[in-house]
């Protein structure tokens, strides 16, 4: 799936992204290592896994869209 990097707060390495239909979607900062970032910037074309439903849906996995 993909998403747009929203927030980023380098301090914490949490954040959020919008997904294409606008809903946002916030991850931790366990997500973000796992894709191996150092910094996300808003803008970003990001690629996410996204795990849980409803409420407790988070994105489990970020890392950068290549093309």
Avoid at 10 to 31: I, M, N, Q
Avoid at 48 to 62: H, M, P, S
């Amino acid at each position: 799936m993909q998403a747009t990097a929203y927030t980023f707060d380098p301090t914490t390495r949490a954040g959020s992204v919008l997904l294409d239909d606008g809903t946002p979607l916030e991850f931790d900062a366990a997500a973000f290592d796992a894709g191996g970032l150092r910094l996300v910037r808003p803008g970003q074309r990001l690629r996410i896994e996204v795990g849980g439903e409803g409420a407790e849906r988070r994105v489990t996995f970020l890392t950068l869209q290549t093309f």
